[in-house]
C-alpha cells in the first residue's frame, strides 16, 4: 500500500544507488527483492491485477531484470513458499531439464529463471504462515465509532493499488521493481500497518496486536534466511511480495553481521 511516486527518473541517479550501501568486507550480503505477485492470487487486502508476464514483451523485460540480479550474484536464492513444498523443488529440477514451462508465479519467472543462469541446483523456501486478525481491528473500530477513520485509511490503499495497477501497464517489468523497492516506496508500504496502532487501547490492543503478528511472522521469515548462510561470502538472494519489504530489510539493516544490498545498486551499474 503505496502512494504511487514517479521515480524512474530519481532511481537512475547515482545517488539512490549508494543507498544502504556500505562496506561488506567480512560480511554475508543479503538482497531483499520485493516483487508485485505476477499470478494475481488475491491473497492481500487489495490485489493487483497484472497483464499476463509470459508474453513475449514481459519475457523480454524478465531476462533483464535477471542480468541486473545476476550482477549480485547470489550463492543462495529464498523464495516465498513453504519449506516442506516438494512440488515446487520437483518443478525447478524439470525445468533444468527442459520438462517445465515456466509459470505466471514470480518465484518461477525471478526465481528459477535466474537460478538456471547462475547454475544453481536448487532454491530455498523460506515462508512461514502467520495470523492476521485483521477482523479484530474492524471489530475494535465499530466499537469505538472509529469505523469511517478505518475505512478512509482503507480507501487510500485502494487507490494506490488502482494507480499501481496503472504504473506496470506503462513500465518494464525492471523498472516497476524499482519503484516497489525504493527507500520512499518501501516506507509508505509500512504505513498502512503503522497506521493500525491507534486502534486500541487497554484491555483491547487490537491494532498493536496486528502489527506485532506482522512483525512476528517477518522475523520468523527472517530466521529462515539465517539459516541459509553458512560462510561470509554467501549473499542471499531474497525474492518476495513488496508488503514485506520494511520488515525483512530492517531485519537484516539492524544485524551488524550482516550487509544490506538493494535493487537499484546493482541497476545503476
Known sequence: MRPLVLLITILTCAGVASWAETDCTGKPQILVLGTYHMANPGRDIYNLQVDDVR?????????????????????KIAIEAD??????????????????????NEIEQIGFRLAKRLGHKQLYPVDVEGEFPFQRVLDYAKAKDRSAELQRIMDSGGTTVAAENDYIKSHTVLETLLYFNSPESVAAGNSFYTAMASFGEDGDYAGP???AAWYTRNIRIHSNVLKLITSPSDRILVIYGAG????????????SHLCLKTLAGFAAK
Open 55 to 75: 508474453a513475449p514483451k514481459r519475457q523480454q523485460e524478465l531476462e533483464q531484470l535477471a542480468e541486473v540480479l545476476a550482477r549480485f550474484a547470489p550463492t
Open 83 to 104: 519449506p516442506d513444498n516438494k512440488k515446487l523443488a520437483a518443478a525447478y529440477q524439470d525445468y533444468l531439464a527442459g520438462k517445465h514451462e515456466l509459470s505466471q
Open 244 to 255: 514485506h519489504l520494511f520488515w525483512l530489510q530492517e531485519d537484516a539493516r539492524m544485524d
Open 209 to 211: 496486536d496486528l502489527l
